[in-house]
């Protein structure tokens, strides 16, 4: 960020703060209430905004990943699936679903009303969930899954985009992880959840179980999040603290010029070197922990010969992926890091990959999973870089956002034939893939830090030039006028800088 433009966000708390006896939007910015108005804000957002994404998050995910728990139950042999077939029906999704995250994220910062279109797209991945219930052939299926990945593709870079409108860099990682706890969390209990489907719908109305689906549940969700108004739970006092909290932290205000449309949003991501390497590295990352998909298989090749005892094993590493999460997106934003809150995962992953190459008992198999599920925890924290990493303008994160969610997502695409059949129950040749695919990922990091880290340095030098001469005498009688020392000024002064 320029010094022209650290003027400007100057300029624009101060005409916030000049003007905050006018009115009594203004109340909250007083000294005396801002503290307490600014806590008071962060917990509404956390009770309403948080809680309605995780619930949704998780219907979301359990009506993904449904699919690969249907196949222990008969799926491949009621529709007279082949191998090929099955992985064409997990990749086909991601044709849909990654191109449409980037017009979809361009248009959410230009909806009046995002509760609208996030639960309208809610309802439509539930609807055709619930149908996918009904085919009775491979072309059939495959429509299911094309569409659902249209309505689908709005969700999690669509929220992730809107909690970067509310909290700020030193919160968002930590509502991100909540979020994709929603995730992990399906993870979990969709297994306890479809065994429990599996083992009572059985039969039901002359219907084999893995045609019960939830989709019924996840739309009726989707009807609730219509209902609110954009910010009708807030009053005016604490929209406004929400804008000025927003243009402290990054220096600008978090609005769209007039002249900048969703185009030139898109545009000036493209041109910006960060977004092509966070897309490379996300892709990366993704293809090396797409065993997910493959998940319920690879329990069942550990020996446990109960059907119903390998879908409750398969909880707990997802739990304590959650547990992992949550802790390390907290310590993410007391420290201000994130290259090695997300990058450290991935390192545990490899271990766990190696561990599985050396072995086929039991025990180590099992517990080489804990720490590949852990991987999600770098994942979680992947937009959160992005949003911190590219943040202005609104149109240019929003498309960035998209782009490196896409096109990463196209690593679940090609993971869906990397995890080949044929290669189980040992799928050393998966794992060598999926290993080598964080190694990259790790190089790209480490390349994002490193320029992240040289443009602070810029942003430096050019304070220094600026502490010279005039501009410091300003800073002296500024430290006067308000009684504190010239190093605290100085530090009141320093602007936006990027997390790395």
Known sequence: MSIQEEKKSESFTENVVAVSNDGDDFRLLTADARQ???RALVRKLDCRLMTTAVVIFILNYIDRVAITTARLQGLEQDLGLTTVQYETILAILYATYCPIQIPSNMILGYISRPSLYIGACVVGWGLTSALTGVTTNFSGIMACRVCIGIPEAAFYPGVMYLLSRWYTRKELAARSAWFYCGSLISNA?????????????????????????????????GFLTMCPHNTRWLNAAERRLSQVRLA????????DSD?????????????DPKTIIFMLMTCMQ??????TNFFPTM??????????HCRLIASPPWIFTSLCCVLSAWHADRSGERFFHIAGWWWVVIVGYIISLCTMATGGRYFSLFLMTSGYCGFALTLTWV???IPRPPAKRAAAIGLVNGFGNLGNLIGSYVWSASWGPQYHQSMIIALCSLVLSSALGFLMRWILIKE???MDMEEKKLMEGPGRERIEEAARLEGITFEEAVKRRKGFRYLY
């Open 36 to 38: 307490a108005g600014e």
């Open 189 to 221: 209990f969709g297994s306890l959840i479809a065994a429990g489907i599996l083992a009572r719908m059985q039969g039901v109305l002359g219907l084999a179980a893995w045609r019960w689906s939830e989709g019924a549940i996840t739309m009726s969700f």
């Open 248 to 255: 402290e932290d990054a220096g600008e205000a978090d609005k």
């Open 259 to 271: 002249d900048v449309t969703i185009y030139d949003g898109l545009l000036l991501a493209i041109k």
């Open 286 to 291: 993704l293809l090396g922990l797409s065993f």
């Open 299 to 308: 329990i069942s090749h550990c020996t446990f010969t109960a059907m119903a």
């Open 387 to 389: 949003a911190n990493a």
């Open 456 to 458: 602070n340095k810029n």
